[in-house]
């Protein structure tokens, strides 16, 4: 789930399946650097999705073909995006004895505690975040846990165009990496689509806070999305105003979302573009490609993962 897996050279396709659209982004890397060599937006039938996962393996698949040959190139390993709404993190401290083999045998106990399915069902992973900073004799292990049969019908789609997953992880990761690339190391970010708005907050612990706001009547209007935010703020008295809000996602990457609200909440808000400090290929487009910025922010992300040894 976190990609624990060992290292090879090379880039990975970025992915996210999320209607309005398969999302894809590659990169290349070289000498610590990333160019933009390709992307694609590919319409993808809300219909093919249940409960904000895949439902259709076999419309997904269809919609991951076409995105693929959209791109133009042969790399067949990708990273992609499971909503962290469906996987469970948590961050457990445990002693610094313990090497990867050890924590490994030791999750069971410990997942079992927070998982509400049984184990034999639950993909777990984890990755040691370093000393815990409260006791120099233990270490911060972060554990993912999703059910297996999310990651079932994700190998079905892919069966079909001819991707393999080599890193699956939760799109709030992947959303972090794209912020930090876009220089913002500080603020709120709103990310929204068609089903959910999420606010993300990352600072010193390895985990985020993330929180779901309620849906509105009206579906992601500024004035809705206006009220959202006031509402998250106000949740915790005394707090002081995010230096800007950014966003991200489908539902709000119309150019005049961040004016509109910028002017409602007396804030600094722009849309993340993790692009804006990457080459691209000759050929592209910068303004086509900035425009887009919002739609791709978790592809990214993702693509942005130093490459992985595949899942088998």
Known sequence: MLGRLGRDAGSLLGLEINPPFIRLVRLQRYRGRCRVLAWALEPLPAAAMDNGWIGDPEQVGTALLQAVRRSAGRARRAAIALPAGLVIEKQLSMSANLDDESIAECLPGDVGQFVPFALED????????????????????????????????????????????????????????????????????????????????????????????????QGHSVQSL????????????????????????????????????????????????PFNSLALASGLEAQTLKVQAPYLAVACGLAMREAERCLR
């Open 226 to 273: 206006t009220t959202a935010v006031d509402n998250f703020l106000l949740s915790s008295p005394g707090r002081a105003l995010p230096s800007q809000l950014l966003l991200s996602g489908a539902g709000a990457a119309q150019p005049h979302v961040p004016g509109q609200l910028q002017q409602r909440l007396g804030m600094p808000v722009r849309h993340v573009d």
């Open 122 to 217: 639950a993909a777990i992973d984890f990755q040691v975040m370093g000393p815990d900073p409260g006791d120099q004799q233990r270490q911060r292990v972060v554990v993912a846990a999703c059910h297996l049969a999310l990651l079932d019908v994700l190998h079905a789609s892919l069966e079909s165009s001819g991707l393999r997953a080599c890193v699956v992880e939760p799109d709030s990761h992947a959303l972090h990496r794209a912020v930090q690339a876009d220089g913002a190391h500080e603020g709120l970010l709103l990310h929204v689509e068609a089903d959910a708005l999420v606010f993300f907050e990352w600072g010193e612990e390895p985990l985020p806070i993330r929180r779901e706001a309620p849906r509105h009547a």
